[in-house]
Each structure stands twice: as structure tokens, then as C-alpha cells.
């Protein structure tokens, strides 16, 4: 078997959620081109990407979740609806999220729920119904978006930080119980990345110049330069790497 073999991902289902655009959209193209069939969640109809994936030859099924709404057993039944219509489940990659910017003095109690309910409670819980589907067929990979504010404090942003926190712990957690059923967990740590939750810091020209001047790189990232990370963790290539966060910074994390 050649080295590139590892990372050929056909004949596995993968479920990305927040796969509509942005990160969640490129890394669900990256894991169809390397073989894979992809299951979507988002809150938009999903067309774009399933268009895509299609192109590929490659399955697509989406379900429009709104997982602030969603509850334990709503994620079961989605991963359990997955299954019955791709025939399996390999990959999740939990990529939904959501952040709230407002001084910790005034941060609300519905901003910190929300964000907290998105990016730490269904990654959670969406990973256990996973994983419980993944055992049942001899192993999988799971791989959860971390962040920079997964090492550092941020600023105006509580809940984020906490739930990315959150998402690094969990990761470790479950890669503890689960790496003996042949399931990996992972996390990838993006660095600032050109998405929807970042445009207000690149719109405003002081933070913009501060967040620049401190990436050797000296750029934001996009959706692209998480694809072959992905494809890595979602492939054989990573069998023996449990627990890990990897961050895709620029070299923001160095200086």
C-alpha cells in the first residue's frame, strides 16, 4: 500500500455540521474530493454544497437542524436518520459554532447559553451519538473545531473562550474512552480565518493591523487551508494520533 492509499477516503460517510459555508463548506469538499460521501447540518437549504459534493460524484444528504434549538435526542435521531440513509457513519466533524461579542460586564445570559448550547453541549452530545453508531461498526474519527481562544482569553468574547475551552477538553476526554474502540478524537485549533464570525475584527482596521502584525504568515486564513488537515484526520493516516488539537495558525501560536 502506498503512503498516499492512507489518505482515500471512499466508501466512508462523513456528517460535517455548519456545512452551508465557510469552513464547514470547504472541509466537507475536501473530504468528498478524497473519496468520501457526505451527510450535511446547517440552517440554510444546504443547495450549494450538495451541488458540489454531487459534482464529485459523491452522495449528499442534508438535514436543516438549527442546533441552538436541538435537543439530546434530536441529535441522536439525526446521526440514527444518517445511517438509515447512507447506509453508515465513519467521519463527524463538528464545525458548527456561533460567538457573541459584548464586554464581560454586560454579557447576557442568552448570549452565554446560546454559545454555549452550539459549540460545547452539541458537540458533545452530537460526538456520543456518533460514536455509539461508530462502534457498532468497528471504529470512526471524530474531529471538533477548536480555536486560538482554545490557548488564550480573547477579548469581549466569555463564552466563546469557554466553550473552545471546552471543546479542547472534551476532545482529550473522549480520545481517552473511545481510542480502544478504534475511534479517533481530534480537534483542529483554525488560526483567525476570513469567515462570517470573523468580519467585524477584519472590519475594524485597528484590530485588523494588530491581528496581521502578529501572524508570521502575515494573512488571514481560509476555508482551504484546513482541507488537507482534515482529509488527515478523517483518513487511516491518523490511526495512531488520539486527543490531539492541532492548531492551523500561520504561526500565530509561535510569536
Do not use: C
Request: zero cysteines.
Amino acid at each position: 500500500m502506498s503512503v498516499l492509499d492512507l489518505f482515500d477516503l471512499s466508501g466512508k460517510v462523513a456528517l460535517v455540521t455548519g456545512v452551508d459555508r465557510g469552513l464547514g463548506q470547504g472541509m466537507a469538499l475536501a473530504l468528498a474530493e478524497a473519496g468520501a460521501d457526505v451527510a450535511g447540518i446547517g440552517i440554510s437549504d444546504g443547495e450549494d454544497t450538495g451541488k458540489r459534493v454531487r459534482q464529485m460524484g459523491r452522495r449528499y444528504f442534508y438535514q436543516r437542524i438549527d442546533l441552538i434549538q436541538a435537543s439530546t435526542a434530536d441529535l441522536q435521531t439525526a446521526v440514527t436518520t444518517i445511517v438509515t440513509e447512507m447506509g453508515r457513519l465513519d467521519i463527524l466533524v463538528n464545525n458548527a459554532g456561533v460567538i457573541r461579542r459584548t464586554p464581560a460586564l454586560d454579557f447576557s445570559e442568552s448570549d452565554w447559553d446560546d454559545v454555549m448550547q452550539i459549540n460545547l453541549k452539541a458537540v458533545f452530545f452530537l460526538s456520543q451519538a456518533a460514536a455509539r453508531a461508530m462502534s457498532a461498526s468497528g471504529g470512526g474519527k471524530v474531529i471538533s473545531i477548536a480555536s486560538m481562544l482554545s490557548y488564550q482569553g480573547g477579548i469581549t468574547v466569555p463564552s466563546y473562550t469557554a466553550s473552545k475551552h471546552g471543546v479542547m477538553g472534551i476532545t482529550r476526554a473522549l480520545a481517552n474512552e473511545l481510542a480502544g474502540q478504534n475511534i479517533n478524537v481530534n480537534a483542529i485549533a483554525p488560526g483567525y480565518m476570513a469567515t462570517d464570525n470573523t468580519a467585524a475584527l477584519r472590519a475594524d482596521e485597528q484590530r485588523n493591523t494588530a491581528i496581521l502584525g502578529r501572524i508570521p504568515a502575515g494573512r488571514w486564513g481560509t476555508p482551504d487551508d484546513l482541507q488537507g488537515v482534515v482529509v488527515f484526520l478523517a483518513s487511516a493516516a491518523s490511526n495512531y494520533l488520539n486527543g490531539a488539537t492541532i492548531p492551523v495558525d500561520g504561526g500565530w501560536l509561535a510569536r
